[in-house]
T-cell receptor
Framework: QKEVEQNSGPLSVPEGAIASLNCTYS??????FFWYRQYSGKSPELIMS????GDKEDGRFTAQLNKASQYVSLLIRDSQPSDSATYLC???????????FGSGTRLSIRP | DAMVIQNPRYQVTQFGKPVTLSCSQT?????MYWYQQKSSQAPKLLFH???????NEADTPDNFQSRRPNTSFCFLDIRSPGLGDAAMYLC??????????FGEGSRLTVL
């Protein structure tokens, strides 16, 4: 079992719709969770961080965390073509020694 | 603006010819990381420095070395690059084990 798992996609969503990206992790003691966006050929940039159960909203983005089920998700409302990118889920492990990335979900917003 | 700067952005080398990639940061973060990312894959942690303490991942090849002469700078040395080492190399920083701030990356091509 991978430490951080994501569906590789591609996930195709029509413009203006809600895109839903999911991530599961294996280390039950993990405390910190991040979503990064990566455009092709570019480095990852931080979109959201979440540390406690529930929802955290920032503009069109909402991160959701459920530690009991060991999953974290990212919702993108009113999807725009500029949201087309790979989204990386990242988790700090329970020993807080390093950040582990999932392999990413490729999101495509179709006009 | 405070940032993470990587040089060079693009590096072409010949098989077996040593390469050094550099990273500097003005964020005054105490942790610096080197990741390797190949196409459509997650960033793979090679090593990181927590202050002056060097942490090498178990599966990082001996061909890869790193130096951190001071808080602001970190170097990645690839002693004898092979074709399989062609990748994007990402430097990142964080305050303690927190969210990562990435540089723009150095793309290595091995001929």
């Amino acid at each position: 079992q991978k430490e951080v798992e994501q569906n590789s996609g591609p996930l195709s969503v029509p413009e203006g719709a809600i895109a839903s990206l999911n991530c599961t992790y294996s280390d039950r003691g993990s405390q910190s969770f991040f979503w990064y966006r990566q455009y092709s050929g570019k480095s990852p940039e931080l979109i959201m961080s979440i540390y406690s159960n529930g929802d955290k909203e920032d503009g069109r983005f909402t991160a959701q965390l459920n530690k009991a089920s060991q999953y974290v998700s990212l919702l993108i409302r009113d999807s725009q073509p500029s949201d087309s990118a790979t989204y990386l889920c990242a988790v700090i492990n329970s020993s807080a020694s390093k950040i582990i990335f999932g392999s990413g979900t490729r999101l495509s917003i179709r006009p | 603006d405070a940032m993470v700067i990587q040089n060079p952005r693009y590096q072409v080398t010949q098989f077996g010819k040593p390469v050094t990639l550099s990273c500097s940061q003005t964020l005054n973060h105490n942790v610096m990381y080197w990741y390797q990312q190949k196409s459509s894959q997650a960033p793979k942690l090679l090593f990181h420095y927590y202050d002056k303490d060097f942490n090498n991942e178990a599966d990082t090849p001996d061909n890869f070395q790193s130096r951190r002469p001071n808080t602001s700078f970190c170097f990645l040395d690839i002693r004898s690059p092979g074709l399989g080492d062609a990748a994007m190399y990402l430097c990142a920083t964080s305050r303690a084990a927190g969210e990562l701030f990435f540089g723009e990356g150095s793309r290595l091509t091995v001929l």
